[in-house]
């Protein structure tokens, strides 16, 4: 009956990570219902926003229906994985296989690379069909104390004790996660290997393109690698945007988390993370933008960063099998 709720509240304040563990094993596993694979895409569209919520714990439907469609869009447009569910057709489904069809839309098309309109108008009815569908269900199955919703404010408010567990075993879920979605979706759609489906499952979160980034910082900081110093110069190619916590643990663009990085240092890095006096410098490179008010797009690029937060995400880095430090080399 979870699923006909259009506020839930609440139910528990603080919960132990054993206790929040043996809610997650029961949604993960065959002692949940779960005729669809909707449950599976909520948990993975609340680990991608685990650092947009805001210092209530909420975050906004639309934050999440943008993952949720993303994560439906790689599956059904990409990889033509029609059965999402053991019913009729998932609504989700329907929902952008008709607009594909209707654009015209090539398979090889990203969804951030749809047109604006395009996109806004696929996140209004996946956001509807969450209300229906999604929010109640996941709700009834962790017995409301994961997080509050409300249809009316669309917002979701994360329970603190479970979002701060999401955070520590952030890496380990997202593996869960795929696993459990990939064996329902194999299932589902009689795909001959779960090995086959685990990678499609996993490259949901694609890179975009950074090259608007280097714009807005190139305007403000100059044209020099963050790490080493050297001078950049972009007839050779050499400016490079480099996630400073590495993108693979984050899988998101945050100007905030963004820097100019040399050819050199961006390889050399890698996936590592940065020694931590660099944690120093970033912060002070982010204050320098916090500090331009007069431009109202900065303000709204930083609007959801906070100093804390990307302390806290350096930490839980490390705490998620990011902890070989990288030191660059001098230019």
Known sequence: M????????????????????RIFTIVLSKKSVKSSTYK???????????????EDFELKYDQLAYSFSKIYWNLVVHHNLLNQNSGQTARVVSIIKEEQIKSAIP???VFDKLD????IKLINKVKTTMKINVFGALYGDTRGSFYAFDHKKETLKLNPAVHGFMLNYQRLLVNLTNYHMAAMIEQLNEVPSINYLLGKVESIAKRSSLKPFEKVLLTYFQAECFYCGKKLSDNKRETHVDHFIPWSFVQSDHIWNLVLACNKCNSSKSDKLPTRRYLEFIIDRNQALTDKKEDTSITTLMSNYKTDKIIMLYEYSIKNGFDTVWIPQKA
Request: charged share 30%.
């Open 40 to 54: 599976y895409a909520l948990i993975k569209a609340l680990i991608e926003n685990l650092y947009q919520i805001n």
């Open 2 to 21: 979870g699923h006909k709720l259009k506020v839930g509240e609440l139910r528990e304040i603080y919960l132990t990570d054993e206790e929040i563990w």
């Open 107 to 109: 398979t090889e098309m």
């Open 116 to 119: 604006d309109t395009l996109q």
